[in-house]
Nanobody, 121 residues
Framework: QVQLVESGGGLVQTGGSLRLSCAASGRIFRIDTMGWYRQVPGNQRELVAT???????NYADSVKGRFAISRDNAKNTVYLQMSSLKPEDTAVYYCNADRVYTDSIFGARYWGQGTQVTVSS
């Protein structure tokens, strides 16, 4: 019913920037929290940043000052502006929508399929 589709990943040099987008589709009434997580081979999926429907943000210490999360509630879309990228930022980035409310489902959680971000040195 609800799907999240990420875009904007790719290959960038150290110090460069990328902007990730994630659009949620479906008969969505509201999404309480949207965010980005990332995962590299051999590691657990880790939180990058989250943002609530009223704009409260949370960032991993490793990305503070470099990444900025934002959302457009009217479009059910969340963005991640990544700057000063480092090789250690290389990962598959997953979009997350938590506590999603539709006409028939209340408080569900959804994940996107992921988009690859590769930072070369």
């Amino acid at each position: 019913q609800v799907q999240l589709v990420e875009s904007g990943g790719g290959l960038v040099q150290t110090g460069g920037s990328l902007r990730l987008s994630c659009a949620a589709s479906g008969r969505i009434f509201r999404i309480d929290t949207m965010g980005w997580y990332r995962q590299v081979p051999g590691n657990q999926r880790e939180l990058v940043a989250t943002i609530t429907s009223v704009g409260i943000t949370n960032y991993a210490d490793s990305v503070k000052g470099r990444f900025a999360i934002s959302r457009d509630n009217a479009k059910n879309t969340v963005y991640l502006q990544m700057s000063s990228l480092k090789p250690e930022d290389t990962a598959v980035y997953y979009c997350n929508a938590d506590r999603v409310y539709t006409d028939s489902i209340f408080g569900a959680r959804y994940w996107g399929q992921g988009t690859q971000v590769t930072v070369s040195s």
